[in-house]
């Protein structure tokens, strides 16, 4: 179905190739994953698929590339509409119409498809993704992650051959992920529908994949059966990562998997301690808030105390008021009823340099921060900005996402190094609530640890307010002290990670679900857990 022959590629302006003597084959009815650093180019390959890459980016391409038998060097991404679908990293850019339905059909009617074929097909779209209740909304009312939904919705609607998915389940809630996964996973067996998929997350998709495209820093990739790319794969799920410390006979590619290999370590049931949480200063005071859009209530009376040196997970469904609950305590609009204070501040009066030593917001969008003409540029106004050495930003930057150069222009970044650099700009302000929606988004795992390290010596050792709306559950096990879960506006859940984390099956992390009943959440817990334990009672 897909056909890279000796495919090379260098953007203008580049020194370095993205790929050199690339080549593989996809066949008819197989899901394919891609992994590999931030910035190593994954999305660079899915857009060699349906030719946006080089026809509308530019650059030098070598080789040939030919999708059902179609060669994209003399096919336009416009001749292959119909073959291809293709969902980028961040959904909102390619939307065109203002609702739910219109951007549903919108692809239909510019391919001139009878009237009832787009109702049939919308209804079906509606029902396959749960999207019913949202078929009338404005989009741009829509959270992150139903968002994501609808631009899948989008190309799934036109029948594709072959889905192109640029990290699909990065704004979605577990639950979610694993439906719309599952329902990829459905049309692959069922319909013979040919997926290329990449995600930094493979803890979500790694069970679905038939093969793994493996794309290394040096533009080289290898192609193989999940087991053998993640036998000695830097880039692994935690799953695989215990399976390797405990001298597993196989990684395991599945929770089910590793526990039946882990069965001998489970025989015994360590009883659950949860430390009594350190009181600290309360940072952020959120009294009886409500908030809604037009008819739609997203926040119900909702009370929270935030404290300081306090790293705080927000979690909860697509849609249940996280990103509103943030945005009403950065004090980007005021709410229905209710107060939010910062220090005793409203948020909404902070001006000039006042806000920026107080609050640090990064957005679900990262890229509204950014202004200038390159990276350095931007690092040195932050530089400027926060009265730091000349330097500080950029290098806080190269520990994060080595890969940047920093003479790039911010837009051609990729997502994941366009958070990194935001992530940099905020972080070195150092201010005392930073306050992050969805903050691993496009970030690889070496970058999440790099991340997690950061944001625990800055809650923990400079007593900084960390508030965090994640669906990333393996974030908030290795760096949250508390969980707040919100559904529907209102706070259903507030404890220890611990105790949150393992009483919901669906948001437990893979080491929680592979070793229950222990109380482990990571793999290091896991690991001493094990030591710990009197002999006889785990057995190695």
């Not at 590999?36 to 590339?65: E, F, M, Q, W, Y």
Request: hydrophobic share 45%.
């Amino acid at each position: 179905m897909i056909t890279f022959s000796n495919v090379s590629l260098i953007y203008p302006n580049s020194v370095q190739t993205v790929f050199e003597d690339l080549s593989f084959t996809i066949e008819e009815g197989e899901m394919v994953l891609v992994i590999g650093a931030t910035g190593s180019g994954k999305s660079s390959l899915l857009r060699l698929i349906n030719g946006l890459v080089p026809h509308h980016t530019g650059g030098i391409l070598a080789g040939d590339i030919t999708v059902d038998g179609l060669s994209t060097a003399v096919t336009k991404p416009g001749g292959l509409a119909h073959l291809i679908g293709i969902v980028g990293q961040n959904p909102a850019h390619g939307f065109v119409t203002d609702t739910v339905e219109e951007e549903l059909v919108f692809g239909m009617e510019a391919l001139n498809f009878a009237p009832e074929v787009m109702r049939k097909r919308v209804e079906e779209i509606l029902d396959l993704l749960s999207l019913t209740h949202l078929r009338s909304r404005t989009i741009s009312t829509l959270s992150g992650g139903e968002q994501q939904r609808v631009a899948i919705g989008s190309a799934l609607v036109m029948h594709p051959k072959v889905l192109v998915l640029d990290e699909p389940t990065s704004a979605l809630d577990p639950i979610a992920a694993e439906e719309v996964l599952s329902i990829l996973h459905r049309l692959v067996h069922d319909l013979g529908l040919t997926v290329v998929v990449s995600e930094h997350r493979l803890e979500r998709v790694i069970g679905f994949a038939d093969r793994i495209i493996h794309i290394s820093a040096n533009g080289s990739a290898v192609i193989d059966l999940p087991e053998a790319i993640l036998k000695d794969s830097p880039i692994a799920p935690p799953i695989v990562h215990l399976a390797r410390a405990l001298n597993l006979d196989s990684v395991g590619t599945s929770v089910r998997e590793v526990r039946r290999m882990t069965t001998h370590l489970r025989d015994f049931s360590p009883l659950l301690s949860i430390d009594a949480p350190a009181t600290h200063e309360v940072v952020v005071e959120v009294k009886k808030l409500s908030f809604a859009y037009g008819d739609k209530i997203a926040l119900r009376n909702l009370s929270l105390n935030f404290n300081a040196g306090q790293i705080t997970a927000v979690m909860g469904r697509n849609g249940a008021g996280k990103s509103t609950l943030f945005k009403s305590i950065v004090g980007f609009h005021s709410s229905t009823s209710g107060s939010v204070s910062v220090l005793g501040d409203d948020p909404m009066k902070l001006q000039g340099r006042a806000r920026l030593s107080r609050i640090g917001y990064i957005p679900q969008e990262p890229s509204d921060l950014l202004i200038h003409s390159s990276v350095e540029k931007e690092c040195s106004a932050s530089d400027r900005d926060n009265g730091l050495a000349q330097g500080s930003t950029i290098d806080f930057l190269a520990r994060l996402t080595p890969t940047i150069s920093p003479s790039s222009h911010p837009r051609d970044l990729s997502e994941g190094q366009r958070l990194s650099l935001v992530l940099a700009i905020i972080l070195c302000s150092a201010p005392d609530v930073l306050i992050m929606d969805e903050p691993t988004r496009g970030l690889d795992y070496q970058a999440k640890s790099i991340l997690v390290d950061t944001l625990i010596s800055y809650a923990r050792n400079l007593g900084k307010c960390v508030l965090i709306a994640t669906h990333d559950v393996e974030l908030v096990a290795e760096a949250a002290d508390r969980v707040v879960f919100i559904a529907d506006g209102d706070v259903v859940a507030d404890g220890p990670t611990i105790e949150v984390l393992l009483s919901s099956p669906a948001f437990a992390p893979q080491v929680a679900k592979v070793m229950s009943p222990a109380p482990w959440l990571t793999v290091s817990q896991a690991l001493n857990g094990i030591a710990a334990a009197p002999e006889g009672e785990a057995r190695q």
